[in-house]
């Protein structure tokens, strides 16, 4: 079957322009090839993009067994593990999922409430007036820890120590375009010593699975009713024969969950630090709304506040932090809107161009949150997280931690952009953050000196 249409550049350009520049050469085929199109990247079979809702409705609403996922995401194999959830399909994928995602939901969040608002406390307070400061920095300190906090209970002693460096060096070495290269191409991961790109990345992952089985012995030994932590419910599940996760298993969802939990995290809260800077009618409302909230407001409240979700959501859909959800395999034929797919093609719903097509956002390259309060949209028309069986498990903790976060900082500290230039975003391994990180730097407290420095919310 013949597939969509789409540029005839050379592969290698093809896989450079996706590289370098993903939210432009989406731009420029969508212009030219419509709603659906098929990019060619050198390493790889053929992509199709889809960014219609009646076809990401399709593609969400099919049964779990049309579509694998994890064999298209093997790019991340190397830093997450075999094991990893992203990583699997059919009934592994359903069975490990199922094991993972009661941490992730209602009342649980609410317990890590407290943990966010004193982490970003902590972390703020260290801000000197008039001193710039790289608020991605900053975001990704308060996201590390935060993820460190709810999946290990770790907040401090000798492996947090070890461990916090580690995770955040790994993933610095996807930071930019050029270092997200040796994600994509097969012939730089090569072991050629421990100086070498390849080899520094294996050998991090390897002290890093050391310290997470040092971590899961101890835990084992441990009683299993004290922790309120993400790795003491998963080292107490069973599945449907009664079988508990094995070491590797816990190893490499806990490197998935700290991986997925935190960089995504960081990027959309330094977003949504931008444009709230960045437009002063934002910044106005919203201070507007965290001044009525009155003292020490419980997290639901927060969690609630009209003009703050509709911030978070407006910063996830202008610049989503991933540009595509996973792949969509097809394991059987399938037609979408129309057009029919051999087994094996690979679809790619594609999150940033639905979210800016013109008849669902208007003037879709501004920056509205009003646009939220105005109208609700379909799990096709805004996908943030992705959808179906693979959507994101960790939406509701991302959420929560974005408002709680900008809550905190937002209500305590007056702080502005360094300059005022528009920020483009940039690769960073699998997603996209702001280019210069976002400058930022405080002019001052919005409290009086004299209130005590407490968590924003109490303990829930
Ligand atoms: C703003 C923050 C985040 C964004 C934008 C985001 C986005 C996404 C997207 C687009 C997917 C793919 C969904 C699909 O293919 O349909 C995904 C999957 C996933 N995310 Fe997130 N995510 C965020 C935060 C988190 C957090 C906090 C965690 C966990 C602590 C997490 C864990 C995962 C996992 C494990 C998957 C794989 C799910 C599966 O394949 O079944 N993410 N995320």
Redesign the pocket.
Known sequence: MRLPDGPQLPRWLQLIKWIADPFGYLNQCRQRYGDTFTLRLSGFEPLVFLSHPQAIQAI?TASPSQFD??RG?GLIQPLLGDN???L?DGNR?RQQ?KL?LPP?HGERMYSYCQLICELTEEVASRWVVDKPFVARNAMQEI?LRV?MG??FGLREGERYQQLKPMLGQMLDMTGSPLRSSMLFFKFIQQDLGAWSPWGKMLRRKQKINELLQAEIEERRKQDKSNGND?LTLMISVRDENGEPMTDQELKD?LM???F???E??A???SWALYWIHQLPDVRKKLLQELDGLGNKPDPMTISKLPYLSAICQET?RIY???P?????IAKSPIEIMGRQYDTNTILF?C?YLTHHREELYQQASQFKPERFIERQYSAYEY?????????????A???L??KLVLATILSRYQLALVDDKPVKPTRRGV?LAPANGIPMVLKGQRLLQSQPQQPLVGSA
Not at 324 to 328: A, G, L, N, Q
Not at 385 to 391: E, H, K, P, Q
């Open positions: 969400f996922s994890g995401n990893s959830l992203v699997l994928h999922r993972l992730f996201t993820i709810a999946v993400i969802q998935t969950l700290l997925a939990g935190h995504t995290t990027t959309a809260l996830l989503p932090v991933a595509v959800t996973s792949p969509r719903p999150i996908l943030p997280f992705g959808g179906g069986n693979r959507l994101c498990i960790g939406y903790l991302a959420m931690e974005m997603t």
